[in-house]
């Protein structure tokens, strides 16, 4: 019997055994897509944009933006936590099973984009083993949702740790001032008053520590945030350099084009062809 012969055997197996299964799922799909797509009101794909957001403030160690998102949505009363990550979905019949396969689904996500952010995988998977393992002994699913949203921050807050876990106070505090604001034009004078440092003594404090200058540092952040932007958002390319106080939309255009090899639009336009 020949090597493709064997595979093709074993490939029929497969399709005989799982024949009844796959078609429950397949109806299921269906019914699902079908609903999905034709009732007023249905996402229309802003579930993966509003999933994508929410990850790269993980992986960017946000832990401002993950505090604000997770204060809003956690409530005293039971909601369902899923509504609140972009992972929803109707995975059991079980109430219990669904919300501990959505947590799932969500740590795993999170572990990802932490180690994509820098994370040391070791740190990154010995929390999410720690958060699923204690999963295990939970039966109250508004406990689940709610662990959902911490390892969400724990995981936010080690990449923030663990990216200047060699840096000093000082670097530190500039570094979360400028992740909370991406949105203004940050001034070297306002880093030096928020530490009591002179404009130059934190230059140099980010050249030694982080490799890069401060000017270069909140360039950097802003262009990921723009790119976030360009992809989750239907905004002009001068709204995004608007919002983002770039000095002027063309002065944006050209950075974004050094980092990511095409300026906005043509990014945006290329993520468009792909889908």
Known sequence: MSYESDIKKNLDRLEKEIQKDYKEITDYVNTHMFLSQDTPGADNGTRRIREKALYYYVSAGDVQRIDEYIAASVDTSYKAPETDTGIVGDVSDNPLLSAKYLLIASVTLATRAAIDGGLAEHIAYSLSDGFLRHMDSITDIK????????????????????????????????????????????????????????????????????????????????????KIMMETTDLSVSAVSDLLAFPSTSTFINYFGKKYGATPLQYRNRLTDVL
């Open 143 to 226: 406990k689940i949702n709610l662990l959902a949203s911490k390892a969400l921050r724990s995981l936010t807050y080690a990449v923030r740790d663990y990216r200047y876990r060699n840096c000093t106070l000082v670097t530190k505090t500039c570094c979360d001032y400028i992740l909370r604001h991406l949105h203004d034009n940050i001034r070297m004078q306002t880093l030096a008053d928020l530490t009591h440092r002179t404009p130059n003594y934190i230059s140099d404090l980010f050249q030694k520590e982080l490799g890069m200058r401060p000017t270069k540092f909140i360039r950097e952040r802003k262009l990921e945030y723009a």
